[in-house]
């Protein structure tokens, strides 16, 4: 027999948050994906970084599609609210329960399959929309529910696990993610915690859409020689472009890092990205150098992590569209419905 269920009682010593929450609080089922993969480590970075962070479990919304990414909010914050959409589209849902309640965290986890093909569309408008939400694609380059096909993420000229080459060109979330508009956008690697942990911080308190691309080895169909989604071949050809410390705007900023080494960039809540530089010419502010320098990267196949791009007077789709400041789902039959003089106004103005 299975137990799928983790046990609800813990060691009283367990180190607690200022909410007086264990870690263990914010975990969720256990993991039924294979052993080793990729998206287990996300899942961990998550609970990590919402530890740390102290956020209440129940004021988070997470939402998914289909695929084995897609499984994964399962696996993490077992007391928030959770809604897995049919395949590709999850970004829509979001987009309908965070115009409904502005008050909830969301987090929206998909695969390159779920995002990048079927749900491609959903994916770039909730983007260029601007909604408020930290968007976690977990990409291992292949379909791993169906056996191992190559998906839209699949570099060309990679080989799959039964020796077959890619010929298509590939998608490159974080490119697309620049170009629609995202205000926070960054690549990581699953088996580098070091990092994912600060980025997936760093995103939870930004406005806006916080867009994460983390390369998520997929064990049984794609990490194996000719896989550029390897284990292997990322960490051969990883080019971490700044390391990340996130200090959130009510903590105190120090640091004894030397003078010059360190970059930091005040978010809109005065909460602190501190970047230590890696490369002195790299500006995480400036979206079209960031752009300019993946693809030179990735000329050089290099696969640039970190975070690339960041706007720290970014606005939000209730910013767009000038929204209520109270949740549409608090408000009340008065507020919603203010009368016929009120129509008249409405419809006098559109003729």
């Given at each position: 027999?299975t137990?799928l ?15 007086g929450y ?14 080793g ?9 998550i609970?990590q970084a919402?530890?740390?962070?102290a ?7 997470k939402l ?10 399962d696996y ?5 609210h ?13 987009t ?17 399959g779920?995002s ?12 260029r929309r601007g ?9 291992n ?7 191992g096909?190559f998906?839209?993420?699949a ?11 890619n010929?298509d ?12 508009g995202a ?6 690697f699953?088996?580098d915690?070091?990092?994912?942990i600060?980025?997936v911080?760093a995103a939870i ?5 916080a ?14 020689t ?10 051969e ?5 700044n390391?990340i ?15 010059g080494?360190?970059?930091?960039v005040?978010?809109h809540d005065?909460?602190v990205?501190r970047?230590?530089?890696l ?5 995480p502010?400036?979206?079209?150098k960031?752009?300019?320098y ?7 196949g290099?696969i640039v ?7 720290p007077e970014?606005e939000d ?8 400041d109270?949740?549409?789902n608090r ?5 919603l419905?203010p ?13």
């Amino acid at each position: 027999m299975t137990y799928l269920a983790k046990p609800k009682l813990h060691h009283p010593t367990l180190p607690t948050n200022r909410l007086g929450y264990t870690r263990r609080d914010y975990e969720g089922r256990v993991s039924t994906l294979c052993a080793g993969c990729g998206h287990d480590s996300i899942s961990a970075a998550i609970i990590q970084a919402c530890w740390e962070l102290a956020i209440e479990p129940h004021k988070v919304a997470k939402l998914s599609g289909i695929g084995c990414s897609s499984k994964t909010p399962d696996y993490f914050l077992g007391s928030s609210h959770g809604f897995n959409t049919v395949h590709g589209r999850m970004p829509s849902v979001l987009t309908g329960a965070n115009l409904a309640n502005r008050d909830l965290l969301y987090l929206g986890v998909s695969g390159d399959g779920d995002s990048a093909s079927i749900g491609f569309g959903q994916f770039a408008h909730s983007i260029r929309r601007g909604v408020n939400m930290v968007y976690i694609v977990e990409n291992n380059g292949v379909y791993g529910l169906t056996k191992g096909q190559f998906s839209a993420t699949a570099d060309k000229g990679s080989k799959s696990k039964r020796g077959v080459v890619n010929t298509d060109e590939s998608i490159d979330m974080v490119m697309v993610a620049l170009q629609l508009g995202a205000t926070f956008v960054a690549r990581s690697f699953s088996g580098d915690k070091e990092q994912l942990i600060p980025l997936v911080k760093a995103a939870i308190e930004h406005k806006g859409s916080a867009f994460i691309d983390v390369i998520s080895p997929c064990v049984a169909f794609n990490n194996h020689t000719g896989s550029t989604r390897s284990y292997d071949y990322v960490r051969e050809h990883n080019e971490a472009v700044n390391r990340i410390d996130f200090f959130p705007g009510r903590e105190a900023i120090t640091t004894d890092y030397e003078p010059g080494s360190v970059k930091d960039v005040v978010q809109h809540d005065g909460s602190v990205l501190r970047l230590r530089k890696l490369h002195a010419e790299y500006d995480p502010s400036d979206r079209l150098k960031a752009m300019n320098y993946l693809l030179q990267q990735e000329a050089a196949g290099e696969i640039v992590t970190g975070l690339l791009y960041v706007n720290p007077e970014s606005e939000d789709l209730h910013a767009h569209l000038n929204t209520a400041d109270v949740a549409l789902n608090r408000l009340g039959a008065k507020e919603l419905c203010p009368g016929s003089a009120a129509l008249e106004k409405i419809n006098a103005s559109l003729r």
